[in-house]
């Protein structure tokens, strides 16, 4: 079964530069998460949308920002880098209806190390 | 507001023991849905299980099960006969409607020894 696509997997950025992570969810699913892993910790939620549409905010800084595009793939743009900001980044989603109704699955994630 | 405990950071088994791991969850809504998330060493976070806040049947499946217990607010989760594959962090999850965001445990580090 076809699984939540994340690139890149891993990348290495500069401080102060900008990075961007692509998701290409699961198809049919009408809802996209990004969540943010610092090393140690559990996840947490950044954004989420949900039919193209922002549906959620958490903990995401104003120096981030995402989107979802009209083919539902999404991107997260982050940008004057901090050292701070070297985590795992998941990008997930889910299907609000059916069965598998609000079971969301996980992407394998981006490594973003800044240095 | 949301917020799962796992008191548990870190169990170390034998193989083939069984391993419980403990989850409770606060939430003043009346549907909610429970998860359980593996995330191995090589960093991605695998789907387990998923629980409606208004079915509390138990089940197995395979060598998972869990126990929801909606009067104390626990979810529960036991390992069968572990295998050293099943050394990662276990993630408790909880959210309050489809489509709504995962609130995450600390996680609970199991290490099963051969």
């Known amino acids: 079964a076809a699984g939540v696509i994340q690139s890149p997997r891993h990348l290495i950025k500069e401080k102060r530069e900008t990075a961007t992570l692509k998701c290409y969810p699961i198809p049919r699913h009408d809802t996209v998460y990004w969540y943010q892993q610092g090393p140690g910790q559990d996840p947490q939620f950044l954004i989420s949308?949900?039919?193209?549409?922002?549906?959620d905010k958490g903990s995401i800084p104003d120096r981030f920002s995402a989107q979802q595009f009209s083919d539902y793939h999404s991107e997260l743009n982050m940008s004057s880098l901090e050292l701070g900001d070297s985590a795992l980044y998941f990008c997930?989603?889910?299907?609000?209806?059916?069965?598998?109704?609000?079971?969301?699955?996980f992407g394998e994630g981006s490594w973003l190390t800044v240095v | 507001a949301q917020k799962v405990t796992q008191a548990q950071t870190e169990i170390s088994v034998v193989e083939k023991e069984d391993v419980t791991l403990d989850c409770v969850y606060e939430?003043?809504?009346?549907?909610?849905?429970l998860f359980w998330y593996k995330q191995p060493p090589s960093g991605e976070l695998v789907f387990l299980i998923r629980r409606n806040s208004f079915d509390e049947q138990n089940e197995i499946s395979g060598r998972y099960s869990w126990n929801f217990q909606k009067s104390t607010s626990s979810f529960n989760f036991t390992i069968t006969a572990s295998q050293v594959v099943d050394s990662a962090v276990y993630f408790c999850?909880?959210?309050?409607?489809?489509?709504?965001?995962?609130?995450f445990g600390g996680g609970t580090r199991v290490l099963v020894k051969p």
């Open positions: 949308f949900y039919e193209k549409m922002q549906s």
């Open positions: 997930a989603s889910s299907r609000r209806q059916g069965a598998t109704g609000n079971t969301i699955y």
């Open positions: 999850a909880l959210s309050s409607a489809a489509g709504n965001k995962l609130t």
């Open positions: 939430t003043r809504d009346t549907t909610y849905y």
